[in-house]
């Protein structure tokens, strides 16, 4: 417990944050550790989670369900309504194919929209400047051949299922191979891109690129899986006036929704647990914790996933596969936004210049240079290297009024 005297001889604006037990600059948080430091910033749940601020967005809850904030962790607050708007155009797009019954207008949505609106989330944040070109060309193009090399593989075993549509039971010996060994079989494939890059590109490491590098390969191969696999129904004419509007809703629901999504939330759980780094001052404590709790949560998502496609090959109602789907999405999307919060925290940072001020991308306000934001809590490591150096370059500089004419 810190004494009165221990709190007197501290600097004018320092205070002692109660984990670290050092100095630090008076504010909301706490700039080396991100945990609050004001009485009515109580943390909720254990001070190594930090529940009441999302470290890539901290004015959010950390299980608040917000799609952008977690899929395009990189972003400020203000950059991201665009993306919003995004994913409801895409979301607009499906379910207007989905209404006029327009099955290769579903399939082109559903394979290529999110991937795209990654591939542009990529540039919005700098992406391409922080990490070498030619890392997110192999990432996608190995994650590219990989679907489609996997689709050909497997066609065979899966041509009278698509044939028919989804929701179609496959009776025997098949539901255990077309059930459950193709779905993880993709879901591990998927996951190569990443692993490959780490080992022959490792470079400098950061939490946030492993998650844009592991999510690109992991949406790069479901791209190119669903556009070869459900190729043939492009011969079927534009409008599918025979087929049922229930069937239709569930494809985009399955195709457009949870298959992209969870896809990315895998990939992005495993490149960044792939990509995390701790401190080098804190390597002897709970040295591997947070990369561990990274794989169990994609390991769990893979399970629940892998286990969808014997309910896919069931019979069963439609909507209940859509049901089940989503909810696996649901908890994946979750998985991955504790995931990188977790490492946001936990991870190596930048090296601390607290004499120094800097411009909080996020609430805006001139800060000392720490890993953390003391005004709002953010991680200093969400925002992209590119911005993190220009934002150096052209500190505040403090103005003092002129002194008045004698």
């Not at 593989?153 to 255990?176: E, K, N, P």
């Not at 930048?350 to 001139?366: F, T, Y």
Request: with cysteine; net charge neutral; hydrophobic share 45%.
């Amino acid at each position: 417990m810190t004494t009165d005297s221990d709190t007197d001889d501290l600097e004018p604006g320092m205070v002692e944050c109660r984990v670290c037990r050092v100095p630090v600059p008076d504010g909301e948080y706490c700039g080396l550790c991100g945990l609050p430091l004001k009485d009515h910033q109580q943390p909720q749940g254990p001070d190594w989670l930090r529940m009441k601020a999302y470290s890539a967005s901290p004015g959010e809850h950390l299980l608040r369900p917000n799609i952008v904030s977690t899929l395009f962790p990189h972003l400020s607050t203000q950059s991201r309504v665009p993306f919003l708007l995004g994913l409801g155009v895409l979301l607009a797009a499906l379910v207007a194919a989905t209404l006029f019954r327009l099955p290769a207008a579903i399939i082109t949505v559903a394979a290529l929209g999110l991937p795209l609106l990654f591939l542009i989330y990529l540039q919005e944040s700098d992406v391409y400047d922080d990490v070498p070109t030619s890392v997110l060309v192999v990432t996608a193009g190995l994650g590219i051949g990989l679907g489609v090399g996997w689709v050909l593989l497997t066609g065979a075993m899966l041509a009278q299922q698509y044939d028919v549509g989804i929701g179609v039971g496959i009776a025997g010996s098949r539901i255990l191979r077309d059930g459950l060994g193709v779905p993880i079989g993709g879901l591990v494939l998927m996951l190569v891109p990443a692993v490959l890059v780490r080992l022959v590109r490792p470079g400098e490491r950061e939490s946030l690129d492993g998650f844009a590098i592991g999510a690109l390969g992991a949406l790069m191969f479901t791209a190119a899986a669903q556009m070869t696999r459900l190729a043939p129904q492009f011969s079927g004419g534009m409008i599918a006036r025979d087929r049922p509007l229930s069937g239709l809703v569930v494809e985009a629901g399955i195709r457009g929704v949870a298959v992209p999504l969870t896809a990315a939330a895998v990939g992005g759980l495993i490149g960044c647990a792939l990509w995390f780094a701790r401190p080098e001052n804190k390597k002897h404590q709970h040295r591997n914790y947070v990369r561990v709790t990274l794989s169990v949560f994609a390991l769990l998502v893979m399970t629940m996933y892998g286990l969808l496609g014997l309910v896919d090959v069931a019979r069963m109602p439609q909507i209940l596969q859509l049901v089940l789907h989503l909810t696996v999405t649901a908890g994946a999307l979750l998985a991955l936004r504790v995931g990188l919060h977790l490492a946001l925290l936990h991870e190596n940072h930048d090296d601390i210049a607290s004499d120094q001020p800097i411009l909080c991308p996020h609430c805006h306000n001139v800060v000392p240079d720490m890993a953390f934001c003391v005004a709002c809590g953010a991680a200093t490591r969400a925002a992209s290297r590119s911005s993190r150096r220009s934002r150096r370059e052209l500190r505040p500089v403090r103005h003092e009024p002129e002194a008045d004419a004698p």
